[in-house]
């Protein structure tokens, strides 16, 4: 049932915001989006970890975007920075599978005990809080199950990003329950758009394909992810943000499922290749079989829609943003193949 209009915890004007993770993907590409739906002063707080990019957040209004360089870990730095403002908007994280397999622990770090200063933070500023989660924190689905996943999922995740990325949902419900902290969560399935790293499948094979090589599939490809364009997970966001009710959570998707190798068949249509132009490699240890978002409560009680539903047509444009944005992905792709081939992939 859609709740009553005097229910809805309306936080507009949004003022003074701090994006975790803002020059990270998801994080920047929220960062443009603010700076072009609200009047929103916004301060970046980012640790610059190998997944970030100073480049994404440029061209930014200097007077509206600021970046202070530190680890959400760092109580000293978070607490008065967090005071100066309204809403911390949370995305992040290490946020790599294949990394939290290689080395769990900054996973632990950042996403477990980052999160948990980031709360104690807002606790005692009073400052109203959004976590950016994941929909890896509810296991994975068979590939015939009519179910998808919704708010009342059990939690079941399988590697250690999802595991840590499962605490910081229970920690920041156990804050909103026992301390009264002003806060939303929502989970989102698999992005797509610019600005993400070459680590991840679809820029992967984007960019092997820019350098003249052979995209890898995990497996037999058979895997399914429900992709979204990284610009509806912002829309959706923002709107938990202005019209969420405190406490509650809000799955978000697009429709999007895609096994691995239809998607790998698109890139490679999209930029004139052979169907079969590909490699399988070693798959992914634990690697959850399929994700599906049922996202009817954020649709029915926000209003949200998503404006890129044509996956197609999404990708279309992100293949061109890979292809005209080489300054942008160059300097991290001969490390990121590096670690790859060493595990075979
Ligand atoms: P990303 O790896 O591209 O960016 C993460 C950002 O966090 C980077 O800029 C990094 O420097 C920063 N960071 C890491 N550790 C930090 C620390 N200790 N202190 C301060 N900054 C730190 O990640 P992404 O793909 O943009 O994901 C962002 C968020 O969205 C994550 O919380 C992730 O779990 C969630 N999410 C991602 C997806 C997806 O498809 N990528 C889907 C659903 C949810
Ligand atoms: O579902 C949301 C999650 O989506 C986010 O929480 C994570 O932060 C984000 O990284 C993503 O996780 P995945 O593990 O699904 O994304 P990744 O891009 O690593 O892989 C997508 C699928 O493609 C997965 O089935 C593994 C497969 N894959 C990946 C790579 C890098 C390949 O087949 N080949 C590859 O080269």
Not at 83 to 96: G, K, N, P, Q, R
Not at 99 to 111: E, I, R
Request: hydrophobic share 40%.
């Amino acid at each position: 049932m859609p709740p009553a209009v005097r229910d809805l915890h309306t936080l507009l004007p949004v003022q003074r915001v701090i994006v975790t993770g803002g020059a990270g993907f998801i994080g920047s590409n929220f960062v443009h989006h603010l700076v072009r739906h609200t009047d929103a002063q916004v301060t970046v707080l980012d640790k610059l970890t190998y997944a970030a990019s100073r480049a994404s957040l440029a061209g930014l209004p200097e007077d509206r975007v600021r970046l202070v360089v530190g680890d959400i870990a760092d109580a000293a730095l978070v607490e008065p920075l967090v005071a100066e403002h309204d809403t911390v908007v949370h995305y992040a994280a290490e946020s790599h599978n294949d990394n939290s397999l290689a080395d769990p622990s900054p996973f632990v770090h950042t996403n477990i005990v980052g999160t948990f200063t980031l709360l104690e933070a807002v606790r005692k500023a009073g400052v109203r809080f959004h976590h950016v989660s994941t929909d890896e924190v509810y296991g994975d689905l068979e590939l015939d199950d009519p179910e998808r996943f919704h708010e009342h999922t059990p939690y079941r995740p399988s590697s250690p990003y999802s595991a840590t990325k499962a605490g910081s949902d229970h920690l920041v419900r156990a804050w909103v329950r026992s301390f009264g902290v002003q806060a939303t969560l929502s989970n989102c399935s698999n992005n797509y758009g610019p600005w993400q790293h070459v680590e991840k499948f679809i820029p992967r094979q984007i960019t092997e394909i820019l350098e003249g090589r052979r995209p890898r599939l995990y497996g037999k490809g058979e895997n399914v992810r429900d992709w979204i364009h990284t610009e509806d997970h912002s829309s959706a966001v923002l709107a938990i943000i202005e019209r969420g009710r405190i406490g509650e959570t809000y799955l978000i998707g697009a429709d999007g499922e895609k096994n691995n190798l239809e998607v790998v068949r698109m890139i490679l249509e999209l930029t004139g290749r052979d169907a079969g132009d590909f490699e399988h490699v070693t798959d992914r240890a634990g690697h959850d079989l399929r994700y599906a978002i049922d996202s009817t409560k954020l649709r029915t009680e926000l209003g949200w829609r998503p404006a890129y539903a044509d996956f197609a047509a999404g990708l279309a444009q992100t293949v061109e943003w890979y292809t005209q944005h080489r300054d942008w992905w160059a300097p991290a792709k001969h490390a990121t193949e590096a670690a790859y081939a060493a595990k075979g992939q």
